[in-house]
C-alpha cells in the first residue's frame, strides 16, 4: 500500500513571494505518477502539475515547478510568484502506472497567499 | 469538452428520502470514480468503474448505490442516508489505467450533500 504525507497543515505567504509545499510518499513500485492538485473555495479539484516517476526532469508548468527525489521518495511543490488566487487547499497524489487505479492523496495543505 | 459535469451542487435531503447524484463527461475517458469529502479532509475513494464495470468498491454502505449507465454517465443513489453521511461528493474521471501516459483525474465541482 501507498501512502502520501503532506507535513505542513498550513502556511502563508505573501503575494509575489515564492513558497515551496513539500510531500513525501512511500511505495514498493518502481512506476508511478505523482500530482499536485489544487481546491480553491470554489471545492473542484484542478491538476497543478504532474510527474512521471521514470523522468528525472523536473516538471514545470509556468509559475509552478516540483522537486522530485525519487531516491528521497520527496515531491515538492514550488510557487513562484505568488497571486492571490494561488489561495487554495493543496494535495499531493500518487497513482501506481500499472493495475492499481486507486489515487492515493496525502492529508493536504491549506496555503493563503497574503496581499 | 475537457469537464466533468455534477449536478446538483447542493442538495438537502432527510433520513427517509431517495434521491440521486448525477456526473457526466464527454472526454471519452472510461474510468469514472465517486469521492467523499469531508471538510479540511482529503477526498475518500468510494466507487471505480472501469469500461462501466464496477471495479473497486472501497466497503460502502449499501445505503450508497453507484450507477454506470454508460461510458458517459455516472450516478450514485442515495437512500437511508445519516447525517454523517454529510460531505461534499466528488466525481472524477481518467483515460483507463492502462492507458500512458497517465494524465491524472479530471474532478468534478462536487456535490454539497447535507442530510437532515
Known amino acids: 500500500a501507498q501512502t502520501v504525507t503532506q507535513s505542513q497543515p498550513e502556511m502563508s505567504v505573501q503575494e509575489a513571494e515564492t513558497v515551496t509545499l513539500s510531500c513525501t510518499y512511500d511505495?514498493?513500485?518502481?512506476?508511478?505518477?505523482l500530482f499536485w492538485y489544487k481546491q480553491p473555495p470554489s471545492r473542484q479539484m484542478i491538476l497543478v502539475i504532474r510527474?512521471?516517476?521514470?523522468?528525472?526532469q523536473n516538471a514545470t508548468e509556468n509559475r509552478f515547478s516540483v522537486n522530485f527525489q525519487k531516491a528521497a521518495k520527496s515531491f515538492s511543490l514550488k510557487i513562484s510568484d505568488s497571486q492571490l488566487g494561488d489561495t487554495a487547499m493543496y494535495f499531493c497524489a500518487f497513482n501506481p502506472t500499472f493495475g492499481n487505479e486507486k489515487l492515493t492523496f496525502g492529508t493536504g495543505t491549506r496555503l493563503t497567499i497574503i496581499p | 469538452d475537457t469537464e466533468v459535469t455534477q449536478t446538483p451542487k447542493h442538495l438537502v435531503m432527510g433520513m427517509t428520502n431517495k434521491k440521486s447524484l448525477k456526473c457526466e463527461q464527454h472526454?471519452?475517458?472510461?474510468?469514472m470514480y465517486w469521492y467523499k469529502q469531508k471538510a479540511k479532509k482529503p477526498p475518500e475513494l468510494m466507487f471505480v468503474?472501469?469500461?462501466?464495470?464496477?471495479?473497486i468498491n472501497e466497503s460502502v454502505p449499501s445505503r450508497f448505490s453507484p450507477e454506470c449507465p454508460n461510458s458517459s454517465l455516472l450516478n450514485l443513489h442515495l437512500h437511508a442516508l445519516q447525517p454523517e453521511d454529510s460531505a461534499l461528493y466528488l466525481c472524477a474521471s481518467s483515460q483507463e489505467q492502462s492507458v500512458l501516459p497517465n494524465y491524472g483525474y479530471t474532478f468534478g465541482s462536487g456535490t454539497r450533500l447535507t442530510v437532515v
Open positions: 511505495t514498493s513500485e518502481n512506476n508511478y505518477y
Open positions: 468503474y472501469s469500461y462501466e464495470k464496477l471495479s
Open positions: 472526454m471519452g475517458h472510461r474510468a
Open positions: 510527474q512521471e516517476a521514470y523522468k528525472q
